[in-house]
């Protein structure tokens, strides 16, 4: 069965300054990563994917992630955030067999809050 | 628009009283799940369809039914709410391999 573990529950940091949110995962086969954002009082969107191929992702908002697979982590940086980056972000698993959202599993969440 | 309604967006009921929350797309997504979110333990899947007439138990299904007799909907069924079911839902759709679109939530309190 696979499992999500995001390290930290809450991340707060300045304006401007850069932030990971860190995400491990375990499966015994391969897998489908993703990272999905919730802004207050709103249904979840996703942020960036990895599917295959280059294990450096990019997403909206000046959002990117790295696939480790020999560490099992998809970590998720942006180098300078903003204000309006305050939200609760969620890292997600799903095996590769099935399709990409066949049994999605989600981690706990990371809320982060970005003062000014 | 492309989207996925859920109604209602809020709902407070009493212990037993049968309750339906539904769920919508216009996409013409085959596969749709429903969640729940609770502080602390992130989201959580209750079932989900891969299809019209298709659907299968996610990793907390008990006290829960679900439908899909047409493909657009996929209502969440509290046949005896009980206190513990209070929480955030999520109904989600996609086609496979595409990301998951969430609708706004539904919030129930069951008291």
């Known amino acids: 069965a696979q499992s999500v573990t995001q390290l930290d529950s809450q991340v707060p940091v300045f304006e401007e300054a850069p932030v990971e949110l860190r995400c491990n995962y375990s499966?015994?086969?391969?897998?489908?990563l993703f990272w999905y954002v919730q802004y207050p009082n709103q249904g979840l969107q996703l942020l960036l994917k990895y599917l295959s191929g280059s294990t450096l992702v990019k997403g909206i908002n000046g959002f990117e992630a790295e696939f480790n697979k020999s560490q099992t982590s998809f970590h998720l940086r942006k180098p300078s955030v903003h204000i309006s980056d305050t939200a609760e972000y969620f890292c997600?698993?799903?095996?590769?067999?099935?399709?990409?959202?066949?049994?999605?599993?989600f981690g706990k969440g990371t809320l982060l809050t970005v003062n000014p | 628009e492309a989207q996925v309604t859920q109604n209602p967006r809020y709902l407070i009921t009493v212990t037993g009283k049968k309750l339906t929350v539904t769920c919508s797309q216009n996409m013409n997504h085959e596969y749709m799940s429903w969640y729940r979110q609770d502080p602390g333990l992130g989201l959580r899947q209750i079932y989900y369809?891969?299809?019209?007439?298709?659907?299968d138990k996610g990793d907390v299904p008990e006290g829960y039914k679900v439908s899909r007799k047409e493909k657009r909907n996929f209502p969440l069924i509290l046949e005896s709410p009980s206190p513990n079911q209070t929480s955030l839902y999520f109904c989600?759709?996609?086609?496979?391999?595409?990301?998951?679109?969430f609708g706004n939530g539904t919030r129930l309190t069951v008291t």
């Open positions: 499966s015994s086969v391969s897998v489908y």
């Open positions: 989600a759709s996609s086609f496979a391999n595409t990301p998951l679109h």
């Open positions: 369809s891969m299809n019209v007439e298709v659907t």
């Open positions: 997600a698993v799903t095996e590769t067999r099935g399709g990409s959202n066949y049994k999605l599993t």
